[in-house]
């Protein structure tokens, strides 16, 4: 089963290769993640540290420089009964991307431009939710997240892996901070979540 997901990892990120100097990531932790797993979730997120090791090549992304506009809002409750305001749909350009974030700190990575559709697909998506993946960040000035995409070609469920670096952010720097004056380091299409 390791050599059928190994072999599965493989053919998906072949397509994705970039023309940068490959650099090592920094994923070492104190105790690193390792099998057997109580469930899925800590496969899958040992499937991200293990993919970070291997496949990280450090990547510069400018921002998105067109029009970003928020094209549909609703309100929610938070997780403390609060109303929140999210959106369900962001145009950049004449591209629009359908985002459903469970955690709305995480709405400035495309508020921002940081995260913007040409750099996933050349086609319609959606993504169904965007996690910081806390457990791989060494530094405060990098963030590591994953995403869930869903696309029309594509029968299951995308995971895109990326990293944020903000090289003034320090231990006290908020979310909303860190994005704020972030860039995009690496982005990567990873597995498919079946």
């Known amino acids: 089963m390791k050599k059928l997901t190994l072999i599965l990892i493989l053919i998906l990120s072949?397509?994705?290769s970039s023309k940068t100097k490959t650099e090592k990531?920094?994923?070492e932790q104190v105790s690193e993640l390792k099998p057997?797993?109580?469930?899925q979730g800590g496969q899958e997120d040992f499937w991200a540290q293990e993919f970070f090791k291997d496949e990280y090549e450090k990547q510069n992304h400018i921002k998105f420089n067109g029009e970003i506009k928020i094209v549909n809002e609703y309100k929610s409750l938070d997780e403390h009964g609060n109303f929140i305001t999210n959106a369900n749909e962001i145009s950049f350009g004449n591209r629009v991307v359908e985002i459903n974030l469970n955690d709305n700190k995480l709405r400035s990575i495309f508020e921002n431009g940081i995260l913007y559709p040409d750099l996933i697909s050349e086609k319609y998506f959606k993504i169904w939710d965007l996690e910081e993946l806390s457990f791989l960040n060494k530094s405060p000035k990098i963030k590591k997240f994953r995403i869930f995409a869903n696309m029309p070609e594509r029968i299951y469920t995308q995971i895109i892996l990326l990293e944020l670096k903000n090289e003034s952010a320090d231990n006290q720097t908020s979310m909303s901070e860190f994005?704020?004056?972030a860039q995009l380091t690496f982005i990567k299409e990873a597995w498919l979540m079946m």
Do not use: L, M, Q, V
Request: hydrophobic share 40%; glycine share 8%; with cysteine.
């Open 179 to 181: 994005i704020e004056n």
């Open 36 to 39: 057997p797993f109580k469930n």
């Open 25 to 27: 990531a920094i994923t």
């Open 14 to 16: 072949a397509g994705c």
